[in-house]
Structure formats: C-alpha cells, structure tokens
T-cell receptor, first 112, second 115 residues
Framework: KQEVTQIPAALSVPEGENLVLNCSFT??????LQWFRQDPGKGLTSLLL?????REQTSGRLNASLDKSSGRSTLYIAASQPGDSATYLC???????????FGTGTRLTVIP | DGGITQSPKYLFRKEGQNVTLSCEQN?????MYWYRQDPGQGLRLIYY???????QKGDIAEGYSVSREKKESFPLTVTSAQKNPTAFYLC??????????????FGDGTRLSIL
C-alpha cells in the first residue's frame, strides 16, 4: 500500500528566507502528486498539481518538483512571508480517480 | 459565491448515538469525498461518490454510512458502530470528466467529539 512521508514535521524560518519542504512516497506508479495548504481549523486549499509526466509546476513564489523514479517531491517557497505560515500536505493519486493518499504534513512557521 | 459548506462546525455525540454531518456544494461537481483527519496523521478516505446514487468505500469505511441522492449533497452518518469517532471530518468535491484530473476543493470541516 502506498505510504507518503513528509519531513520535517515542523519548520520555523525567518521572514524572507527560501525554503524546501520534502515529500516521499513508496510506490512510484502514481498518476499525479498534489500539494495542499491547511490553515488551523480549516479545510485544504490546492496549491499545485503535478501530472506523472511532468517534472515541475510553478505558481507565483511556489515551485513543486517531482522525481517519480526516486519517489520524491519537493515544494520550494521563495522569499517566505508570515502569511505562508500553515501546514503543507502532499498527496499522491495512484489511479487517476483522485483517491488520494496523504502525508502527515509539515507545519511551517515564518517568523516576522 | 461557489464553494463547499460543511455543517455544523462542531458536533458532540453521546455513546450509542448516530450523528449526521452535512456537506453541500454549489460548484456543480460530480465527485464528492469524505475524509477523516486525526492529530499527527494524514487525511484518510472514508467514502467517495463519482456520481449521484453511487458511492464507494474508502480505506476506513467501517462505522460510517453515506448517501448521494442529489448532486449537491453528500451527508455522512457516523454510526454507533464507529468506536473512535472523535476527529476532524473534511468533505471535498471535484470536477470530473475533464481531460486532466482537477484538484479537489475542500470545505472547512466538522469537528466531532464524544460526550
């Protein structure tokens, strides 16, 4: 069964720093990989979706990469801001039916 | 304003009681999903529905039931058979039938606690 791991579980950085969040998965036969943001007590907001045939996706200050063969994805956040403070979750879709396997998330705190 | 509405935001259940969590969407999405989130764990899929009057079990369906009588609505019932129901429950929907898979849209969740 697919297992998704996110390291570190928590991360604190000063404002303005660039940072990388990591996601690894055990079964490389995936359809796509998705990154979400979750604010405390709220639902998830989709950030980026990378199809299995793609290497990366970018949206504003966010860049997500995918290396299917090694079972890894990274989310790069440039010039971090206090408003970026949230939990970031990655999830993999193995079938294309969008039945997602989620990681446990990385809780990011950006210190002003 | 389109979106997904979950109600109530907080819910308390007594022992042996069934409770129903509401999920309504006005996004005209065909697919809908229910997840459970526990502290320190990722989201786990309870049930999903790709179309009206059809639904499938996810990884942790035991002790839960759903219905999909209308496209806009996908209520989740937590039955007395679910022995550890305390969790944060999230509903999601997705536009299907497109050339590429679209991301899921989530509601703001219902927090269920046992009295």
């Amino acid at each position: 069964k697919q297992e998704v791991t996110q390291i570190p579980a928590a991360l604190s950085v000063p404002e303005g720093e660039n940072l990388v969040l990591n996601c690894s998965f055990t079964d490389s036969a995936i359809y796509n990989l998705q990154w979400f943001r979750q604010d405390p007590g709220k639902g998830l907001t989709s950030l980026l979706l990378i199809q299995s045939s793609q290497r990366e996706q970018t949206s504003g200050r966010l860049n997500a990469s995918l290396d299917k063969s090694s079972g890894r994805s990274t989310l790069y956040i440039a010039a971090s801001q206090p408003g970026d403070s949230a939990t970031y979750l990655c999830a993999v879709d193995q079938t294309g039916a969008n039945n997602l396997f989620f990681g446990t998330g990385t809780r990011l705190t950006v210190i002003p | 304003d389109g979106g997904i509405t979950q109600s109530p935001k907080y819910l308390f259940r007594k022992e042996g009681q069934n409770v129903t969590l509401s999920c309504e969407q006005n996004l005209n999405h065909d697919a809908m999903y229910w997840y459970r989130q526990d502290p320190g764990q990722g989201l786990r899929l309870i049930y999903y529905s790709q179309i009206v009057n059809d639904f499938q079990k996810g990884d942790i369906a035991e002790g839960y039931s759903v219905s999909r009588e209308k496209k806009e609505s996908f209520p989740l019932t937590v039955t007395s058979a679910q022995k550890n129901p305390t969790a944060f429950y999230l509903c999601a929907s997705m536009l299907s039938g497109t050339a590429r898979v679209q991301p899921q849209h989530f509601g703001d969740g219902t927090r269920l606690s046992i009295l």
